[in-house]
């Protein structure tokens, strides 16, 4: 479940990456369902980075669901779920996830909105990508 190469003794474990409303990490290297974080952090929803979007709707990860190996998650607060994101807030989440990750940039990268095969060039909508790009 992760990346090793026999020319070096270092060996990478592929985890899901949680990163907690006080900018702490915890990483996750087996699945974790979503009802058990809940239960641990019960003032907070869990959101995939992935579903991320300026100005989007934040909705959170379905408690049966678990956490997907190389992933980035955030708990926020319940007063942020079903609002929308603000470019301000995902520049503070963005800072948060580069602290808690280390020394690894956070970045965003546009991509096509389900269904819009390329169209979103023309209105100017795009969503936002959170990654980890290590340095």
């Not at 909705?59 to 994101?85: H, K, M, W």
């Not at 503070?92 to 991509?111: D, E, I, M, Q, Y």
């Amino acid at each position: 479940m992760g990346i090793c190469s026999s020319s070096e003794s270092s060996c990478v474990v592929a985890t899901a990456k949680l990163i907690l409303e006080d900018g702490r990490l915890q990483e996750y290297s087996y699945p974790v369902r979503v009802s058990y974080l809940l239960q641990k952090f019960p003032d907070s929803f869990i959101c995939n980075s992935d579903e991320m979007g300026f100005d989007d709707v934040v909705l959170g990860v379905t408690d049966d669901e678990e956490l997907q190996l190389g992933q980035i998650y955030f708990a926020l607060p319940l007063s942020l779920l079903n609002r929308r994101l603000l470019p301000q807030d995902m520049a503070a989440l963005a800072v948060k996830a580069s602290s808690a990750l280390g020394r690894n940039l956070v970045v965003f990268s546009a991509k096509n909105p389900p269904g819009n095969a390329g169209s979103w060039r023309r209105r100017g909508k795009f969503s936002a990508r959170l990654n980890v790009i290590p340095e």
